[in-house]
């Protein structure tokens, strides 16, 4: 389309968050010529270290969001949660990809899955709740066990509860703590899978292919890929996560996680419309990273090839794990990525390691 606007090297690209996602879009833009401007309100963050630039400073200064807009040619995010009031603030002045639109169905559990439904997606059978009575008539209709979660800013199983046989309904809202919270029936899920997805300024869609995920205390552990299902399950996750970044407009990179269930059905758990941490593989296993795809993406530049050239299992380094690194360099096939982090701490994602071997089947 004739209003894309091709930015060349050496434009500053702007994030908002400056976390390991915005560290390794960052790296990304380098290795294409691009700046990174940062904007963020903590400290010590990991994106800064490998960037031209960073604002620190609050989702609600005004004056530093507007200067941060003008500072760039693009903004773009690694933290879905940005509030939609900076977002749009800094859109008046400049592109943001993706847009305000999108991380407000994002940011919300009950707009999500309104919307997937909407579109003709399977979800978990869900029902909004805003107090005991709510949650009372949601439990009749879904059973139990089910799951309570905080209708916003959620994430590694953070305001979450589930609600077993037994439990004080009372208790299990109180332990979520939330005005607004959804129940989700409990789907006993064969596996959970993932596939990233991108979408260009020109509506031009690529994939890479679904990879299997396993979490350990609610935080994502290994992703294998690509994930161990049938063609058909790949090909439906495919289609999925196609139908969704079509439909909900996206321009940029979205993660859509998904339940298999034991009969092969696909049904969609949440979506960030971000890079996200089971795309890491994609940094050594395929032609293009979903990194340097969302460069290209909101730099206005043709998609990259998602051909994936190794099989890959990628481990998250949390916590303690990451004092295995100097191990993890003398292992051939293994390609190490520690994120610059000071401080170890029990649940902090540290660094991840990816370990190829070659590609097999489709
Ligand atoms: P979420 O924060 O929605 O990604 O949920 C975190 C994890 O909790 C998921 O990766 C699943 O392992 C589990 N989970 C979430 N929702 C459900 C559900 N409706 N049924 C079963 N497990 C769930």
């Known amino acids: 389309m004739s209003d894309i606007r091709r930015l060349p090297p050496n434009s500053i690209i702007g994030i908002f968050g400056g976390g390991q996602l915005g ?20 400290q010590d963050i990991p994106a800064s270290q490998v960037s031209a630039a960073t604002t620190r400073a609050s989702w609600d200064d005004a004056d530093a969001l507007e200067e941060f807009a003008r500072a ?20 008046a002045i400049t592109s943001v990809h993706p ?3 999108v991380l407000e169905i994002c940011q919300d559990r009950i707009l999500e899955k309104a919307f997937l439904n909407r579109i003709g997606i ?3 059978p869900w029902a909004e709740v805003t107090g005991l009575p709510s949650l009372t008539a949601a439990e009749t209709r879904l059973g139990r066990p089910a ?35 959804i129940l989700e029936g409990f789907i006993d899920f064969a596996l959970e899978v993932s596939v990233m997805v991108a979408r260009g300024q020109d509506g031009e869609i690529a994939a890479w292919p679904a990879v299997e995920n396993r979490h350990v205390n609610h935080i994502l552990d290994t992703t294998i890929a690509p994930a161990r299902v049938s063609p058909a399950v790949v090909a439906e996750a495919d289609r999925i996560a196609r139908h969704i970044a079509a ?26 419309p971000r890079v996200h941490n089971s795309g890491h593989w994609t940094i050594d296993a395929c032609t293009t990273s979903q ?27 949390v916590g303690d794990e990451v004092d295995a ?3 993890i360099l003398a292992e051939p096939g293994a390609c190490l990525h520690l994120y610059g982090k000071a401080e170890t701490r029990p649940g902090r994602k540290m660094g991840h390691v990816t370990r190829l071997t070659p590609r097999k089947g489709r």
């Open 122 to 124: 399977a979800t978990a």
């Open 99 to 101: 847009g305000a639109g």
């Open 247 to 272: 439909e909900i407009g996206l321009i940029g990179v979205m993660g859509v996680e998904m339940f298999v269930t034991r009969d092969d059905r696909v049904l969609v758990n949440e979506m960030a």
């Open 291 to 317: 990194f340097e795809q969302l460069v290209r993406i909101v730099c206005g530049l043709p998609l990259g090839s998602t051909e994936r050239h190794s099989d890959a299992v990628m481990k998250n380094l």
């Open 325 to 327: 690194w100097p191990g």
């Open 23 to 42: 560290r390794m879009t960052a790296l990304a833009a380098a290795r294409l010529g691009y700046k990174c401007h940062i904007y963020a309100p903590e």
């Open 147 to 181: 799951v309570l979660k905080s209708a916003r800013f959620g994430y590694d199983g953070k305001g979450q509860a589930k609600l077993i046989p037994g439990a004080e309904a009372a208790q299990v809202l109180d332990a979520v703590g939330a005005d607004r919270s």
């Open 72 to 91: 760039v040619d693009v903004v773009t995010l690694e933290f879905e949660n940005v509030p939609v009031a900076a977002v749009r603030r800094v859109a």
